[in-house]
Every structure is written in structure tokens, then in C-alpha cells.
């Protein structure tokens, strides 16, 4: 479900860009601010277990088989924290996607 969000950000402003000149999206890039978001934040960073799997008989390791455990408690909370980077990353174009928004659909 996150994807998706993500995708329609990203798809709004790509097209929110296209129908701008350049001068408006210099002037409009001008009013960001110049340190990137991801100076704040750092992403999680999930723990390596390596699993072996054997399949038609090639092996190979999968570090991050865990994760797939959807019951387990320690994946909860890394997808958690990760929800909470995409949440802080993208905070700063939550004004300028509603702007877009609302530009777009003339309202």
C-alpha cells in the first residue's frame, strides 16, 4: 500500500513538472530547502541471517529470508521503522503534492 503512495507522489510530480516551464520548476525547486531530507534521517537497516537454500540443485544464501515472517516481532518493527523513514523522507513534499494536487485538478 505504501508503493502505491509513493508511485502516485512520484507520478504527480513528474507530471505537475512536465506541464511547468523550466523557470517555474527552477523557481519552484528554488523554495525547497538545499540539504536533502536524508541528511536528518537515516534509514533502518535490517540484520543479516543467512539461510541456505537449495533449489534444483543450486544453493544459494538468502541474507534476508527472516523477513518473511510475518509473525515474528523484530520484522513488525523493522517494517515499522521503515514506515517511519518513507513517513519523515517524504514530509517535506507533502505541501507541494497537495499544491500539485490541487493545481492539477483546477480546484
Not at 79 to 88: F, R, S
Request: proline share 6%; glycine share 0%.
Amino acid at each position: 500500500m505504501r508503493f502505491i503512495r509513493l508511485a502516485l507522489i512520484a507520478i504527480l510530480i513528474v507530471v505537475t513538472l512536465s506541464k511547468n516551464t523550466l523557470s517555474e520548476a527552477c523557481a519552484a525547486d528554488a523554495t525547497t530547502p538545499k540539504q536533502p531530507a536524508t541528511a536528518k534521517y537515516s534509514p533502518p537497516v535490517a540484520k543479516k541471517i543467512p539461510k541456505e537454500i537449495i533449489t534444483h540443485g543450486d544453493k544459494r544464501i538468502d541474507n534476508y529470508f527472516w523477513l518473511r515472517d510475518k509473525t515474528n516481532s523484530e520484522v513488525t518493527a523493522y517494517l515499522e521503522a521503515e514506515n517511519a523513514y518513507a513517513d519523515a523522507i517524504m514530509q517535506p513534499l507533502q505541501t507541494s503534492k497537495m499544491s500539485s494536487i490541487r493545481k492539477y485538478l483546477a480546484i
